[in-house]
T-cell receptor
Framework: NAGVTQTPKFRILKIGQSMTLQCTQDMNHNYMYWYRQDPGMGLKLIYY???????DKGEVPNGYNVSRSTTEDFPLRLELAAPSQTSVYFC????????????FGNGTRLTVT | DAKTTQPPSMDCAEGRAANLPCNHSTISGNEYVYWYRQIHSQGPQYIIH???NNETNEMASLIITEDRKSSTLILPHATLRDTAVYYC????????????FGAGTRLTVKP
């Protein structure tokens, strides 16, 4: 299994541009998550999904949108990029059972200038 | 979820045991203690979790005090590859959306 795969690894955006961060997992996990990590800080939850067609906001959802049309994919959309969205973005997945651990991808490093 | 308190940084000699403390004095009876680590800029990696009994797996041991207000993650024979940021998290079972990562402890294993 490849696990959780994120693309691209790096991206530079200009203010106001839009982009989609891709995330796919091949473990048949029901739950998927998007986190952001600012320099020297912990991770903050942006959005999560408990299954195809179901998404919900996390701690810091403003400026982002998500969709979950399949079990495997959970893309994160930035519509109008702002410098405050410069961060490293991590996607994760887990089984639906109570204590299953999160499996993380290796992140997308985004810079907005 | 209960908040956790961890020291910002620790050092450990290679080959020695690394003992990483975590305080979670307001933990509720149904909250589990989880440990993850993040090596360099990679995605966090699950290490271990427990409710009230001590737990051990191939990576580490987790010691939870009897009153559950604190815990210690033990890496029995630290190697240079264990240099990472270690996160202690408490959350209720089934609430993966409440997995809150704080600043963690930066462990540096020295030769």
């Amino acid at each position: 299994n490849a696990g959780v795969t994120q693309t691209p690894k790096f991206r530079i955006l200009k203010i106001g541009q839009s982009m989609t961060l891709q995330c796919t997992q091949d473990m048949n996990h029901n739950y998927m998550y998007w986190y952001r990590q600012d320099p020297g800080m912990g991770l903050k939850l942006i959005y999560y999904s408990v299954g195809a067609g179901i998404t919900d906001k996390g701690e810091v959802p403003n400026g982002y949108n998500v969709s979950r049309s399949t079990t495997e994919d959970f893309p994160l959309r930035l519509e109008l990029a702002a410098p405050s969205q410069t961060s490293v973005y991590f996607c994760a997945s887990s089984l639906m059972t109570g204590n299953s651990p999160l499996h993380f991808g290796n992140g997308t490093r985004l810079t907005v200038t | 979820d209960a908040k956790t308190t961890q020291p910002p940084s620790m050092d450990c000699a290679e080959g020695r045991a690394a003992n990483l403390p975590c305080n979670h004095s307001t933990i509720s009876g149904n909250e589990y203690v989880y440990w993850y680590r993040q090596i360099h800029s990679q995605g966090p990696q699950y290490i271990i979790h427990g409710l009230k009994n001590n737990e051990t797996n191939e990576m580490a041991s987790l010691i939870i005090t009897e009153d559950r207000k604190s815990s210690t993650l033990i890496l029995p024979h630290a190697t240079l590859r264990d240099t990472a940021v270690y996160y202690c998290i408490v959350r209720v079972e089934y609430n993966n959306n409440d997995m809150r990562f704080g600043a963690g402890t930066r462990l540096t294993v020295k030769p």
